[in-house]
């Protein structure tokens, strides 16, 4: 993912400050490795606890699901 590229995340919940929040949160920083993916599609492929689902080549559209595990 080039500095210039930004990923929207839309959502039907309400937003909430993440230090009211009681989920955890990961960062995924695709500078680390700059070289292994194509796009920032490929990079989340890499979490399990995402489903993505491209509806564009490129992974300019997609739909993203987040996967409950009950720990």
Same mark, same amino acid.
């Given at each position: $993912?080039? @500095? !210039? =590229? @930004?990923?929207? /995340?839309? *959502?039907?919940?309400?937003?909430?400050?993440?230090?009211? !929040?009681? #989920? !955890? /949160? /990961?960062? $995924?920083? *695709?500078?680390e490795q700059p070289l292994? &993916?194509?796009?920032? *599609? =490929?990079?989340?492929?890499?979490?399990?606890? %995402?489903? %993505?689902? !491209? #509806?564009? @080549?490129?992974? /300019?559209?997609a739909d993203l699901?987040?996967? #409950? &595990?009950?720990?």
């Open positions: $993912m080039k @500095a !210039s =590229d @930004a990923v929207t /995340v839309t *959502t039907s919940i309400p937003p909430i400050p993440l230090s009211e !929040s009681n #989920r !955890s /949160v /990961v960062t $995924m920083d *695709t500078r292994l &993916y194509n796009n920032v *599609t =490929d990079y989340m492929r890499q979490d399990t606890s %995402l489903n %993505l689902q !491209s #509806r564009a @080549a490129n992974g /300019v559209q699901s987040i996967l #409950r &595990y009950d720990v």
